[in-house]
Nanobody, 123 residues
Framework: QVQLVESGGNLVQPGGSLRLSCAASGFTFSRYTMSWYRRTPGKERELVAAIGSVGTEGITNYADSVKGRFTISRDNGKSTVYLQMSSLKPEDTAVYYC??????????????WGQGTLVTVSS
């Protein structure tokens, strides 16, 4: 079964840190670009961070609003992508989703979304 399962969402105070995890199964994780998105009520889902597939893990991309505060990483051996968030602000409050996307010769094109995990930044 192809799926992504996020975890790590929680209530955290402004200025605090949190690490989100997204565990993949059912496909060759290392071959796909992994991304984190977030959505708040009334807003479009926005790209937070992305990391390249095997051989291009050094290629990362961040939204301007999180640069210098968030770090995306992946462990292909564990089929897991992480989002380390620090210096959190109330405006970071959102449901965070991970996504696998791209094309791999043996599996074809994929776009897989997780179910989301809620991050609330509040005192």
């Amino acid at each position: 079964q192809v799926q992504l399962v996020e975890s790590g969402g929680n209530l955290v105070q402004p200025g605090g840190s949190l690490r989100l995890s997204c565990a993949a199964s059912g496909f060759t994780f290392s071959r796909y670009t992994m991304s984190w998105y977030r959505r708040t009520p009334g807003k479009e889902r926005e790209l937070v961070a992305a990391i390249g597939s095997v051989g291009t893990e050094g290629i990362t991309n961040y939204a301007d609003s999180v640069k210098g505060r968030f770090t995306i990483s992946r462990d292909n051996g564990k089929s897991t992508v992480y989002l380390q968030m620090s210096s959190l602000k109330p405006e970071d409050t959102a449901v965070y989703y991970c996504k696998a996307s791209g094309y791999y010769t043996l599996e074809g094109f994929r776009e897989v979304w997780g179910q989301g995990t809620l991050v609330t930044v509040s005192s």
